[in-house]
């Protein structure tokens, strides 16, 4: 039996709004163990001693991450300060709560600490992502809709 990286991220997501420290799940030669406050999450599966057994990296839970708050360098992009908000899962990017409303953030718009900037959707389960810090928003980094990998540059604000 393997697992699918949809099954994995439902798995996670079911762990990650519980209360668990630790959860081992054996499946048929599939051993999958989550630790909160762990550096990483591994699954590995098994196989014959002709092969080497690979160990496949999962994305930390939510409660692992924290906020990404590094300083954007001049090289990498034309703004030249703020703070970086990161996806904190791999999923499809929703500047927008829904097609007919208008989007949480456009560059420009002053935000507040926990005040929404976007929606990614994984699985029909969407989570919202909000402003770490209050200022103002620099820089759109993801177009709407698009789909978006773990740590991937989201936006960039500049605290007040």
């Not at 209360?19 to 909160?36: A, F, H, N, Q, Y």
């Not at 599966?45 to 300083?71: G, K």
């Not at 978006?148 to 604000?157: G, P, Y």
């Amino acid at each position: 039996m393997t697992l699918t990286f949809k099954e994995v991220s439902e798995i996670m997501k079911i762990i990650d709004a519980s209360d668990c420290e630790e959860v081992l799940l054996e499946l048929e030669g599939i051993k999958l163990v989550v630790r909160r406050g762990s550096s990483e999450t591994t699954l590995a599966a098994p196989l014959p001693a002709s092969i080497a057994s690979p160990q496949i990296a999962v994305p930390p839970t939510t409660a692992q991450v924290q906020s990404a708050q590094q300083p954007v360098s001049t090289a990498s992009n034309d703004v030249t300060t703020g703070t970086q908000i990161r996806a904190p899962m791999v999923g499809s990017f929703y500047r927008r709560p829904s097609p007919d409303q208008p989007s949480f953030v456009e560059i420009g718009t002053h935000v507040n600490v926990g005040d929404p900037l976007c929606l990614i959707e994984v699985m029909k389960l969407y989570t919202t992502i909000t402003a770490t810090i209050a200022g103002t928003i620099k820089h759109l980094a993801v177009e709407d809709t698009q789909l978006v990998e773990f740590d991937q540059l989201l936006f960039v604000i500049e605290p007040d």
